[in-house]
């Protein structure tokens, strides 16, 4: 006997819940669905990051280290939490993982476009 594709066991769950869960099967495929502007705010940022790290001759893992620091800020930005305390510490605790200052000083003006 072939094992089912996960395509085929979605089908398979979702005819069954059609009948028998309706409200809570709207539910899960909706939470299936990719939230394409969430992936392209994500994108945008990763873009502006990349670039940035590009003009510092940055490569290697280091780049995941600035990319993590940067999906940081803009998360803290989005939820209303970004406060300078907030900024200080970040910067402390990527600083503390060997990344430049200089750098995360210009990820934070890209994200928040505040200068300095």
């Known amino acids: 006997m072939v094992?089912?594709?996960s395509a085929e066991r979605i089908e398979k769950y979702d005819d069954k819940r059609t009948t028998s869960m309706v409200v809570a099967y709207k539910r899960r495929v909706?939470?299936?669905?990719?939230n394409?502007?969430?992936?392209g705010a994500r994108a945008e940022l990763d873009s502006k990051v990349a670039g940035i790290l590009t003009s510092h001759?940055?490569?290697s893992?280091?780049?995941?280290?600035y990319?993590?620091?940067?999906r940081y800020i803009e998360k803290r930005k989005r939820e209303g939490t970004l406060t300078p305390d907030i900024?200080?510490?970040a910067k402390a605790h990527w600083t503390a993982l060997n990344c430049d200052e200089a750098i995360l000083d210009e990820i934070?003006?890209?994200i928040t476009g505040a200068q300095g």
């Not at 909706?30 to 990719?34: A, L, Q």
């Open 61 to 65: 893992a280091k780049r995941i280290d």
């Open 36 to 39: 394409l502007e969430a992936l």
């Open 87 to 89: 900024i200080e510490a």
């Open 30 to 34: 909706e939470e299936r669905r990719p």
């Open 108 to 110: 934070i003006q890209a």
């Open 57 to 59: 001759n940055v490569s």
């Open 67 to 70: 990319h993590n620091f940067a």
């Open 3 to 5: 094992k089912a594709s």
